[in-house]
C-alpha cells in the first residue's frame, strides 16, 4: 500500500550514503508494532558493519550505527505523508500521518473491495456446515448464532483462499415435524401463512406441544383417579401420543397423503429461511436435508453390524456401538453411541453418520469438513466421528466439530420451540432497525425515508452481527 514511499526514501537513503561516502545501503524495511500509531523501520547496523569492514580504521559497529541512524532522520527532515522520523539506537523509525494511513486505506478498500485483505487461491477445499434449523419451527436467536458464526468462518476461510463450500442441514423430519403436520390435519387444515411464515410455523409448533401435554396430563389423571366415571371418560379421550406416532407411521411407510402434506409445509419454512437469509446477507451453496440422510443411515449401521462394530439388540433395545471397548480404552472416555432405536427408526446419530459419507462422496477431495453446531453436541460428534474411524472410513480423521455457547434468555432459560419460549430472529431484526433508526433521524435529519430506513437496517443488522 505504500510501496512508493518506500521507494522514495529508498533513494534518498542511498543518497545520503552516496553524498557522504558511504557503502551502498541493503535497507529492510519492517512494520514496527502498533502503539498506537503505524509506522515502518529500517536498522543502520548492517550498513555500519560494511563500513567497517571497508574501512581504514577501527569502528564500533553498534555506535556508529546510532550516528548513522541519527543523520539519515536528519537528512530525510519530514517526508511527505508521514507525521514523524526519529532514530532509536541505530534504527530510523518513520510513522505515517494518520489521515493520509486511514485515506490509504479506505482507497484500497474502496477498490479492491471483499478481496481486501484476502490471500492468494490455494486449490484447496474444504466445507463448513452451519445454520441447520428445523423447519416447522420459528427460526429463533438461537439459531441466529449458527448461521453467523458459520458466515464468519466460511468468509474468513475464503479470504484466506480456500474453496468452501458452504452447506446448510435443515432438520426437516423427525417427531417434531410430524407433531406439526398432526396439529395442522386436525386443526388447521388448509389453512396458509400469509406473512412471517417463520412465526407462523413455530405459532403452529407450540400449539402441538400444548396440544400433546394437555392430552397427556388429562390422561395420567383420568387413569390415577381409577373410577368408573374416569375409566370411561379416558376412553372416550383421544390418545395424542398414539395419533402422532401412528401418522409418523404413515410418513415411514411413505404414505402418498402425508408426504404430499410434508413437502408442501417443509418449502413454506424454507421459503421462510430464505427470507431471513437474504436479510442476513448469508448463502449457501449446498443443502443437505434430514431426510435426505435417513434412509442411507440405516444402510450404515448394516454396515457396522456386518463389520462387528455396532451390537444388535433389537427388538429389546436399540444398535449401539460401544466404542471405548472396541477402543481397547480402560477409561471411559465416548462412552456408548446409539445408532439405531429398538423399533428400526433412526436417530441423529444415524443421520450423521450418513451425511458425513454423503459428503465425501460428494466433495471427495474436501481437506476438512467443518461443522459448526453448539457445545452440547460434542460428545455426539466425537462419537459419531470416532465410529466412522472405526468402520474404516479414511476420510473420518478431516471431520472437525466446532463449537459455541448458547444464547440463554435473563435467568440462564435455555430457549424451547416447543414451550414458545425463543426470541424471534425476525422479531431481533426489526427491533434493532428500529433502534437504529431513531439515532439515525435524530444525527441525520435531512436523509429521505428510503436513506434513513437503508441506514438504519445496516446498522441494526451490523450490531447484532
Not at 317 to 336: F, H, M, Q, S, T
Not at 408 to 415: E, F, H, K, S
Given at each position: ?87 532509536t539506537r541505530g534504527y530510523l523509525n518513520l510513522y505515517y500521518a494518520s489521515s493520509e494511513y486511514a485515506r490509504r486505506v479506505i482507497d484500497e478498500i474502496m477498490e479492491q473491495g471483499k478481496a481486501y485483505g484476502c490471500g ?240 465425501f462422496g460428494d466433495y471427495p477431495d474436501m481437506i476438512k469438513s467443518l461443522y459448526i453446531v453448539d457445545v452440547r453436541q460434542s460428545l455426539h460428534f466425537q462419537q459419531v466421528f470416532k465410529t466412522l474411524d472405526l468402520a ?74
Open positions: 500500500m505504500f510501496d512508493a514511499e518506500q521507494q522514495q526514501l529508498d533513494q534518498k537513503i542511498r543518497a545520503f550514503c552516496l553524498e557522504n561516502g558511504l557503502p551502498e545501503p541493503k535497507l529492510m524495511w519492517g512494520w514496527i508494532p502498533f502503539n498506537g500509531r503505524w509506522g515502518i523501520s529500517t536498522s543502520f547496523f548492517q550498513l555500519a558493519a560494511t563500513e567497517a569492514r571497508q574501512g581504514q580504521k577501527k569502528i564500533n559497529v553498534n555506535e556508529r550505527a546510532v550516528e548513522l541512524a541519527q543523520q539519515a532522520a536528519d537528512y530525510l527532515g519530514k517526508p511527505e505523508g508521514f507525521s514523524q522520523v526519529e532514530a492468494p487461491k490455494r486449490g484447496e477445499q474444504l466445507m463448513v456446515e452451519f445454520s441447520q434449523p428445523n423447519t416447522h419451527k420459528a427460526m429463533h436467536v438461537g439459531h441466529l448464532r449458527s448461521a453467523i458464526l458459520g458466515d464468519v468462518v466460511a468468509r474468513i476461510l475464503e479470504c484466506a483462499g480456500y474453496d468452501v463450500v458452504r452447506a446448510n442441514y435443515p432438520g426437516d423430519i423427525g417427531l417434531h415435524v410430524v407433531k406439526w403436520l398432526w396439529n395442522y390435519m386436525k386443526y388447521h387444515n388448509g389453512e396458509r401463512p400469509e406473512k412471517d411464515i417463520t412465526q407462523w410455523m413455530g405459532t403452529m409448533y407450540a400449539e402441538a406441544n400444548r396440544r400433546l401435554e394437555t392430552n397427556t396430563e388429562l390422561r395420567k389423571k383420568l387413569q390415577e383417579e381409577n373410577t368408573p366415571e374416569s375409566l370411561k371418560q379416558l376412553a372416550e379421550t383421544p390418545n395424542v401420543e398414539v395419533e402422532i406416532r401412528a401418522l409418523y407411521g404413515r410418513w415411514d411407510k411413505r404414505d402418498p397423503e402425508v408426504v404430499a402434506l410434508w413437502q408442501e409445509t417443509r418449502q413454506w419454512s424454507l421459503d421462510g429461511f430464505n427470507d431471513l437469509y437474504d436479510q442476513l446477507d448469508i448463502r449457501f451453496d449446498r443443502y443437505y436435508f434430514n431426510s435426505m440422510a435417513e434412509h442411507p443411515g440405516k444402510e450404515v449401521v448394516n454396515e457396522l453390524i456386518a463389520k462387528g462394530i455396532a451390537q444388535d439388540e433389537r427388538p429389546e433395545g436399540p444398535v449401539i456401538v460401544k466404542i471405548d471397548e472396541k477402543l481397547g480404552l480402560k477409561n471411559e472416555k465416548y462412552r456408548v453411541l446409539v445408532v439405531l432405536r429398538s423399533d428400526g427408526t433412526a436417530l441423529y446419530a444415524t443421520e450423521d453418520l450418513a451425511l458425513a459419507k454423503i459428503k474404516g472410513y479414511p476420510w473420518a480423521e478431516r471431520c472437525q466439530h466446532i463449537p459455541y455457547e448458547l444464547v440463554n434468555l435473563p435467568g440462564n432459560v435455555v430457549m424451547a420451540s416447543r414451550e414458545g419460549t425463543v426470541v424471534l430472529l425476525e422479531d431481533l431484526l426489526r427491533e434493532a432497525t428500529r433502534r437504529a433508526l431513531e439515532v439515525v433521524e435524530q444525527k441525520n435529519p435531512d436523509l429521505s425515508a428510503e436513506q434513513k430506513m437503508a441506514t438504519a437496517r445496516a446498522v441494526g443488522l451490523g450490531a447484532i452481527k
